[in-house]
């Protein structure tokens, strides 16, 4: 038996027509989000569609989420000279409003969804902090993959230019499909895209994301929750370890929405006798109140 398309009915507002998803008694089926529940109360007519309720969040998805197209053209017009610079001159660079508010909402809404998932990570048990994050499985949803895809070439130049500096041999492909190929050669199969949980009195240890041989030198946080109105405290921190010095300390104040580009594990810095290398590691101070959730893009892929 063939179901049609979900349409607009007592409990939601569906958008016209809703191409990307169909459903079916218990099932919710989105090309955008993969297969999700849905719970279906049947009326006297056998209409299925006249009254449910629905425990997934593609309604958000098919109402806020852009096109793989529109995400390339909003990565592509941000000022990529600004950004660059910033990361030459500190190890970070915010990028302001990367994400919208209500794409934000719709991606913290993914984390209560464990299908989406390979794995979850109680940070105390490991001695990591406190809280929790999930790491993201392929296939993952159209957005994430396309800001991972969207703003991979864009870092290239630069982190090929950093490790010629630091005379480190390994170059970058300009497409990221051909660096996740060297990744799984390699056997990093793993994804590491992933959305961090904090709650009152939660932290995370300064650290960084390295996963295997293969590690592309920046990635990318967006701050799904709003300070101040969803959470207290909970900045996020990295520091800086240059040698024969004390270490430098930078708290990188976000918005909703708001992304921050950082060194992943080192990075040149230019001295009075020739570039040195200096360690870095981030991490997030201890949220006061409230719950914060965080989008973290790292572009190679775990062990």
């Known amino acids: 038996m063939s179901w049609p398309l979900a349409t607009s009915r007592d409990l ?3 958008p ?10 218990g099932v919710f089926s989105c090309r955008r989000t993969r297969t999700l529940t849905l719970s279906i109360q049947f009326d006297g007519d056998g209409d299925p569609y006249r009254r449910y309720s629905m425990m997934s969040s593609c309604i958000a998805q098919s109402n806020v989420m852009p096109s793989t197209a529109t995400i390339h053209q909003r ?3 941000l000022d990529w000279p600004r950004i660059e610079q910033d ?8 990028v302001p409003g990367l994400a919208t508010l209500q794409e934000c909402d719709a991606l913290a809404a993914l984390y209560s ?4 998932y390979r794995s979850r990570v109680v940070m105390a048990r490991h001695g990591f902090g406190s809280g929790e994050y999930k790491y993201f499985d392929y296939p993952l949803p159209e957005l994430i993959g396309a800001l991972r895809t969207a703003i991979y070439p864009h870092l290239v130049p630069l ?3 950093w490790n010629e ?8 492909p300009a497409k990221h499909a051909d660096f996740i190929r060297r990744c799984h050669h390699a056997g990093q199969v793993r994804p590491t895209l992933l959305i961090l949980q904090y709650g009152a009195g939660d932290y995370n240890c300064l650290h960084q994301d390295l996963y295997g041989e293969h590690v592309f030198p920046l990635q990318v946080a967006i701050l799904l929750s709003a300070p101040g109105r969803d959470f207290t405290g909970g900045e996020f921190v990295m520091t800086e370890q240059r040698p024969r010095m004390q270490s430098r300390a930078e708290v990188v104040p ?3 929405g708001d992304a921050v580009v950082f060194t992943v594990n080192s990075r040149p810095v230019q001295g009075t006798r020739g570039p040195y290398r200096v360690r870095l590691r981030h991490g997030v101070s201890r949220l006061r109140s409230g719950q914060r959730h965080t989008l973290g893009i790292i572009f190679h892929d775990a062990l």
């Not at 016209?16 to 008694?25: D, E, F, I, Q, V």
């Not at 990361?87 to 915010?94: E, N």
């Open 12 to 14: 939601f507002a569906w």
């Open 16 to 25: 016209p027509g809703l191409p990307n998803c169909t459903a079916r008694p």
């Open 75 to 77: 990565v592509d017009a």
């Open 87 to 94: 990361l030459d001159l500190y190890g970070c660079a915010v």
């Open 113 to 116: 969804h464990d299908d989406l």
């Open 159 to 161: 982190a090929n230019r």
């Open 165 to 172: 500096v630091m005379h480190i041999g390994v170059r970058y």
């Open 254 to 256: 976000l918005a909703k």
